[in-house]
C-alpha cells in the first residue's frame, strides 16, 4: 500500500510494502522522492516514524490525534536535480505488543521532510494480533463454544468480549472479557468475569452481581505440541482449569 504526497515541486510516495501486519512483524517499505521542477532543489531530511492515532481525532484534526510509538531518520540534506528520483527503503519492526487496529484508531506510517512536527503525510497500516492469539481464540470458538466478540487494544493488551455458550453450566455466567499478550513467546492470559450470584435465603432466592478476575500463563511448550502445531487439547485444560473456578457449583 502507498500514498502519494505532491509539494510542488516535489512528488513524495509513502510506500509499506504489503496490507497488513502482525504484531511483532517487520515493516518493510521506500520513500521515494522526485523533483518535478526545472531546477535543483534541496530536501532538510527525510524521517519516518509509527504512529498511534486515534480516529476521531485524526478526522477532527486535533494536534493530539497522534502518539509516537517509533522514529527513525532516513537521510539528511538530500539534492535533488531537474526531474531526478531517489528511493530511501526502510525496514522497522514491529513491537510485541504494538497498537492493532480497532474501532477506535490505528498505527500510521508517518514521514516529515522539513519539520519534526509536522507530518508531510501519512499512510494508515493494518495491525492485527499476534498468530498465537488468534490461534488461543479458534480454540475458545471452536472446543470451548465462547462466541468471539469484537477486540480492541487497551494498555498495552489485546481486549476481546466474548459469550458463554447456552448451558446450565454457564447459566450463571453473563460475559467474559479476555485480555491477551504475549510475553518472550508466553501467553499472558487476564479472564475478567461477570456473573450472576443466586443465593436461598430460607425460601426465598436473591441475586447479585459478582466480578472475577484470574490470570493464566500459557508458555510455548504447552502452547504447541510441535513447530506450529496448536496443543488443543491442552490449552482446553488449562482453560477449564480457570472455568471451573466460576461455574455454579449448585445447579437450579
Known amino acids: 500500500m502507498k500514498t502519494i504526497i505532491i509539494k510542488n515541486p516535489i512528488e513524495f510516495c509513502i510506500e509499506a510494502i504489503g ?3 502482525r504484531q511483532g512483524e517487520k515493516l518493510k517499505g521506500v520513500v521515494t ?14 524521517k519516518v516514524a509509527l504512529l498511534s492515532g486515534v ?4 478526522k477532527a484534526k486535533d494536534p493530539k490525534a497522534f502518539d509516537s510509538i517509533h522514529e527513525e531518520m532516513l537521510v539528511k540534506n538530500i539534492t535533488l536535480n531537474a526531474a531526478e528520483t531517489k528511493e530511501f527503503p526502510f525496514e522497522i519492526k514491529l513491537s510485541e505488543n504494538c497498537r492493532i487496529t480497532d474501532k477506535d484508531g490505528s498505527v500510521y506510517l508517518a514521514l516529515y521532510d522539513k519539520d519534526e512536527t509536522i507530518q508531510t503525510g501519512n499512510l494508515e497500516l493494518t495491525i492485527t494480533p499476534r498468530l ?13 463454544r465462547f462466541k468471539i466478540g469484537p477486540m480492541k487494544f487497551q494498555k498495552e493488551m ?8 447456552v448451558s446450565k453450566e454457564f447459566s450463571q455466567m453473563e460475559g467474559l472479557t479476555l485480555r491477551m499478550k504475549e510475553v518472550d513467546k508466553n501467553l499472558v492470559l487476564e479472564y475478567h468475569f461477570s456473573s450472576k450470584k443466586i443465593e436461598m435465603n430460607g425460601s426465598s ?28 487439547e491442552g ?18
Open 205 to 232: 432466592m436473591s441475586t447479585s452481581k459478582v466480578a472475577q478476575k484470574f490470570d493464566q500463563t500459557i508458555t510455548a511448550k504447552e502452547f504447541y505440541i510441535y513447530g506450529d502445531s496448536v496443543n488443543q
Open 19 to 21: 496490507e497488513k501486519w
Open 55 to 58: 480516529y476521531k481525532k485524526v
Open 132 to 144: 498465537m492469539m488468534m490461534q488461543f481464540l479458534e480454540v475458545m470458538d471452536n472446543f470451548i
Open 235 to 252: 490449552i482446553t485444560a488449562k482453560v477449564n482449569s480457570i472455568l471451573n473456578e466460576v461455574k455454579p457449583k449448585l445447579m437450579f
Open 158 to 165: 489485546v481486549e476481546v468480549k466474548l459469550t458463554p455458550p
Open 33 to 46: 522522492v522526485k523533483n518535478n521542477g526545472t531546477e535543483k532543489c534541496e530536501i532538510p531530511f527525510l
